[in-house]
């Protein structure tokens, strides 16, 4: 068999990143942080039956400045996610394939992700 008429695919190393596969990409990195953070949350609750000295252990952490990090990226995450989520649905019903309309989105969802994560914490503080 002789494979020197086969195509070769793109190498890393030469392959143009655009922001569609940046973002496609992201969507499935997030999924598996997602749930991750899920496992975490939901043995943090599972804490409540264990004991209360188990359960402090745990809030000690997500009050310090690591567990704080945490609980943000998470949400971030999270809204990442789902807004990325949104927009491949759009584009599985065969709208916003135009190269310019498809980075516009894909800006759109990064940005839009950080500023859901910003009101997101606001409303969990009272504060609007």
Not at 2 to 14: A, E, V
Not at 99 to 104: D, E, F, G, L, V
Request: net charge positive; with cysteine.
């Amino acid at each position: 068999m002789n494979d020197s008429k086969n195509p070769l695919s793109p190498h890393l190393q030469i392959y143009r990143w655009n922001i569609s596969s940046l973002i496609s990409i992201s969507h499935r990195v997030t999924g598996i942080i997602n749930v991750i953070g899920l496992i975490i949350i939901c043995l943090w609750i599972g804490l409540l039956f264990v004991g209360e000295s188990s359960y402090e252990l745990i809030n000690v952490f997500f009050q310090s400045y690591f567990g704080k990090l945490f609980i943000i990226g998470f949400t971030w995450s999270y809204s990442f996610h789902l807004l990325s989520g949104i927009r491949h649905f759009i584009l599985d019903l065969g709208y916003g394939y135009e190269i310019k309309t498809a980075n516009a989105s894909g800006v759109i969802v990064i940005v839009s992700s950080f500023l859901l994560t910003v009101l997101l914490w606001l409303i969990g503080r009272g504060l609007i």
